[in-house]
């Protein structure tokens, strides 16, 4: 007997190969870690505080530093355990009797995989051929939906809406638009400033990304005060840990040092992609994050992955017939790029006739 609702059972496991002895260019990770001081410095504050004790349910501290980074008042700060938790308080917040969601695809698979285990119904709206936002077709959909997330820069594929087209998206609907900001630090635009224009509007940020910290598992939200008041009644008690507050308080204190490395990270993307370019049969689609999906002409991706996992380069491929023939390399540091783009280049250069 199936003690769980049918729907979960018919739901896939979640699995991504971790394997570190590979270049790991597979999860779109900062391709280096936090630097020791700062370790030490996030291990001196955690021996001051009390282990015995829950953590704090709102850290004024972490949120008045998230306020000065982001330009954006503490008190319409939410943070979570991981932008994951916020996006599941999101669904059963907005969506817990039904309604429908609205996505795109192909997109962050963690919108449909955590819809799927509410009652809603589901809406896809597939991207262009060329894998930009089709805004007409989100425009019409979107008034249909309780909630809708768009991802932008859009992951697996790099892109990003305007935010003009957001605008005119948070206007169309009456539902709740979450603009998912993760990889903020790579293109450098926003659209926080609608949350004070349109009262329907909230913004998910990660630590995970330019961060280092996707080992801790934190992420924010930003949002008008009336709504994060209100989501926070949903969000699971004392979920963020001692460990991952404090290690966002101390990288928010090092911000520069921090966002030097998002600038470095969106020059190697750069130089990555006019390498792809100059790839016989690889087709890279120009990317606002720190990853770049790429397409090989006549070569199933899952073909191409092992390939290059043979080779000790680990990228991601999905099981999506849209990207059958397309894979997402995470930008990593100028050695793992070359790494990559070297066994890229010997494989297409083995595959000529």
């Not at 496991?13 to 570190?20: F, G, R, W």
């Not at 957001?166 to 900001?181: C, K, Q, S, Y």
């Not at 720190?290 to 000790?312: E, P, S, W």
């Not at 890229?344 to 250069?349: A, S």
Request: hydrophobic share 40%.
């Amino acid at each position: 007997m199936n003690r769980f609702q049918e729907n979960v059972a018919a739901l896939p496991n979640y699995t991504v190969d971790q394997d570190l002895s590979r270049i790991k260019l597979n999860q779109n990770e900062s391709p280096r870690d936090v630097p020791q001081p700062f370790k030490e410095e996030i291990w001196r504050k955690l021996v001051t505080r009390s282990w015995n004790r829950y953590p704090p349910a709102q850290n004024r501290s972490l949120e008045e530093r998230l306020s000065a980074y982001s330009g954006f008042p503490a008190s319409g700060i939410l943070i979570g355990n991981g932008s994951n938790e916020l996006i599941l308080t999101l669904l059963i917040a907005a969506c817990g009797r039904g309604g429908s969601v609205l996505t795109v695809k192909p997109g962050f698979s963690i919108y449909k995989r955590m819809a799927g285990l509410l009652p809603t119904r589901l809406i896809e709206v597939p991207l262009n051929g060329d894998f930009s936002f089709d805004l007409q077709a989100i425009l019409e959909r979107a008034g249909d939906a309780r909630l809708v997330f768009l991802a932008s820069p859009n992951n697996p594929t790099g892109t990003a809406l305007a935010p003009e087209e957001i605008e005119m998206i948070a206007g169309r609907t009456e539902g709740l638009l979450v603009v998912d900001e993760a990889y903020y630090e790579f293109n450098n635009r926003t659209v926080q400033s609608l949350i004070r224009k349109m009262e329907n509007v909230v913004v998910l940020r990660t630590f995970s990304k330019a961060w280092r910290l996707a080992g801790a598992r934190l992420g924010y939200l930003l949002g008008r005060e009336d709504l994060v008041r209100e989501a926070a009644k949903v969000r699971l008690p004392f979920s963020v840990g001692l460990f991952a507050q404090a290690a966002a308080e101390v990288m928010l204190d090092h911000r520069d040092y921090l966002e030097r490395s998002g600038r470095e990270i969106q020059e190697e993307r750069e130089r990555v992609f006019q390498a792809l370019q100059k790839i016989q049969g690889i087709a890279p689609v120009p990317s606002s994050a720190n990853f770049i999906l790429f397409g090989a002409a006549d070569r199933r991706a899952a073909v191409l992955h092992k390939q290059l996992r043979d080779r000790g380069v680990e990228v991601r491929v999905f099981d999506d017939p849209a990207l059958e023939k397309h894979l997402r390399v995470t930008i990593g540091t100028a050695g793992e790029n070359r790494a990559f783009l070297l066994a890229l280049k010997e494989i297409m250069k083995e595959a000529k006739p």
